[in-house]
């Protein structure tokens, strides 16, 4: 603020902001920061990204969908918005044409690589090929940017969820430090826990969402701690799997 106050023309500053904004989980502030943006430098690719990715956020799919798409017939190869587009069609349930955006390297080469592979091992979770999206985690995690091992470490414990092993997740969890993928850890946190029966850490846990999620991941902590305390018995495997589904969507989303 200090800044855009001294340099009102800083487009740097403004989305800089607007991402702060968003990291804040104030998603309609930061949607309008962006837009404001959008009004004053109409060509501004970062910030075009950038509302789309807020919108997605906000589970307003469609809408980030086409928002992505304004980005990529201004410039088709833009790697940041080719990744954007193919999470939400996989949010969508459309992992086809989600791969087809994706890079495709024999080994990834840049951060927006690294970032494709990670959503390619989001659709093999999604497809149940633990063995594959564990694969691609494992090896981001060991030889990826480190600016980008947050989202493998979160895909790995994804993957130890679904195979029971709760421990591990707990032991990758607190080394993300990405601000904008500490809620996604939290819920995976939040489950590990609850699985293990650590109830004083889940219930400190839990009270760390306060206020704090919203659009795909709206409602997620209070379903985990309904599934483990057995509140509707006769639909638990169909809330497990709900679960499952939401906490991909969760990372997807952030």
């Not at 307003?60 to 410039?75: F, P």
């Not at 979160?154 to 591990?168: D, I, M, P, W, Y």
């Not at 919203?214 to 309904?226: F, N, Q, R, T, W």
Request: glycine residues 6%; contains cysteine; aromatic residues 6%.
């Amino acid at each position: 603020d200090e800044v855009i106050e001294k340099f009102p023309g800083d487009v740097v500053a403004k989305n800089g902001r607007a991402e702060v904004l968003k990291s804040l989980n104030r998603l309609e502030d930061s949607l309008l920061a962006y837009d404001e943006v959008i009004e004053k430098f109409p060509v501004n690719v970062v910030a075009k990204n950038g509302r789309a990715e807020v919108l997605k956020s906000l589970n307003r799919l469609e809408d980030s969908l086409l928002a992505y798409g304004v980005v990529l017939r201004q410039a088709p190869w833009n790697q940041v918005a080719r990744n954007g587009k193919a999470s939400v069609l996989i949010l969508l349930e459309k992992p086809d044409e989600a791969m087809t955006m994706l890079s495709h390297h024999e080994r990834p080469r840049t951060n927006d690589d690294w970032i494709a592979q990670h959503m390619v091992g989001m659709v093999h979770v999604r497809a149940g090929r633990l063995a594959e999206a564990q694969a691609i985690f494992q090896d981001g995690l060991e030889n990826g940017p480190p600016l980008d091992r947050d989202y493998f470490r979160l895909g790995l414990a994804t993957v130890c969820l679904r195979q029971k092993s709760f421990r591990e997740v707990l032991n990758l969890m607190p080394l993300v430090r990405m601000p904008k993928l500490v809620g996604a850890s939290r819920v995976l946190t939040l489950h590990a826990q609850c699985a293990l029966g650590q109830k004083d850490a889940a219930r400190e846990t839990h009270r760390l969402f306060h206020g704090t999620m919203s659009g795909l991941c709206m409602g997620l902590p209070d379903a985990i701690v309904s599934y483990f305390e057995g509140r509707s018995p006769a639909n638990q495997e169909i809330l497990l799997q709900q679960i499952y589904r939401q906490e991909v969507d969760c990372q997807l989303a952030a």
